[in-house]
């Protein structure tokens, strides 16, 4: 009897060694994880993400989309000339750089236009921009912190950018007193300009084209690592806002552009692709619903992830200039 109870504790140990390993090996993966998910995700010149992360997380931007990018790139080479260099101090000291280019119309219409995620101005937003500079707009395109020409070591994932683009706005105006200002922005873009609409911003800014934003940093970085393993996502994610507080500067979950659409109360066009993979259609149906403002959405059918303007141009173009003369007071 001794020796069966005994032999029944042993077992009932050996069973709960076991699970505090796997507990204890679970919670080492998860750190890990969140680890690489917070280094790939906000590290300027990440090796794993340039090699590989880029292609397993968002395959179509390397393949059709990538190429019609480089198409209108090259189509608005001349218009980027004409432009000057522009540079800013950001609120932590970072040198910031942009381009603007004056439309030499007697206006005082502005667009900023906002580039997306491990990209430049140049690359995303120079065709954008000619477009707006074609209606005698004068633009302004920055390079975001940790992109193109600006400094910077960590990627701000549209929070740390979204007080990079006050200053950009008080630029303009400092230029151009009568200024009136709109932001364009794509994908991180656009979630850098949500983020800024919660702030205090000059009577200057009047309202903001989004396309293809993310709802929150936290939504995306659990979408990338939807990606990368299979673990349960819930306890990787714990960690790995936690990390990007000490690594980054910045939690996931306060790095929230829904939240910050609460307080915003200017119109607000959204555009999205149905096909997006990358960041999912629903998104546009959140943001639709976060803002405060005036809004209004366009879905772009057969496109991906900023898609839009290539797949349907004129749609496009006629849906933006419709949305600033009928609901942006300019």
């Known amino acids: 009897m001794i020796f069966i109870e005994s032999g029944g504790a042993m077992i009932i140990l050996y069973f709960i060694s076991i699970l505090l390993g796997l507990t204890v090996l679970y919670h080492f993966l998860s750190y890990f994880y969140a680890k690489k998910l917070i280094k790939a995700g906000v590290q300027r010149g990440y090796d794993w993400y340039e090699t590989t992360g880029h292609q397993l997380m968002d395959p179509a931007s390397l393949t059709t989309v990538e190429r019609k990018r480089q198409e209108l790139e090259e189509q608005a080479e001349d218009f980027w000339q004409r432009g000057e260099t522009r540079t800013v101090k950001s609120h932590d000291g970072l040198k910031l750089a942009g381009r603007m280019i004056r439309s030499g119309s007697s206006q005082h219409n502005w667009v900023i236009c906002v580039h997306d995620y491990r990209s430049t101005g140049k690359r995303d937003m120079s065709s954008i921009g000619k477009q707006y500079a074609a209606k005698g707009y004068n633009v302004l395109i920055p390079d975001l912190r940790a992109h193109g020409d600006s400094e910077g070591e960590i990627i701000g994932m549209g929070w740390l950018d979204r007080l990079d683009l006050i200053v950009w706005i008080h630029t303009i105006i400092d230029d151009d007193p009568e200024a009136s200002i709109i932001l364009h922005g794509g994908s991180m873009g656009a979630s850098a300009i949500m983020m800024a609409s919660g702030e205090k911003l000059p009577p200057a800014v009047k309202g903001f084209i989004l396309d293809s934003g993310f709802v929150s940093v936290y939504a995306e970085f659990r979408y990338m690592l939807s990606k990368l393993t299979f673990l349960p996502k819930k306890m990787i994610m714990r960690y790995a806002n936690h990390y990007a507080q ?84 300019l």
């Open 246 to 329: 000490k690594y980054a500067g910045y939690s996931l979950k306060q790095a929230s552009a829904t939240r910050q659409l609460g307080s915003n109360h200017l119109p607000v066009l959204i555009i999205h692709g149905e096909r997006d993979h990358f960041v999912p259609m629903e998104a546009a149906y959140t943001i639709q619903n976060a803002t405060a403002g005036d809004k209004a959405l366009l879905l772009v059918p057969d496109a991906e992830h900023l898609e839009a303007e290539s797949k349907d141009p004129q749609t496009y173009w006629t849906v933006i200039f419709s949305f600033i003369d009928q609901r942006i007071n």
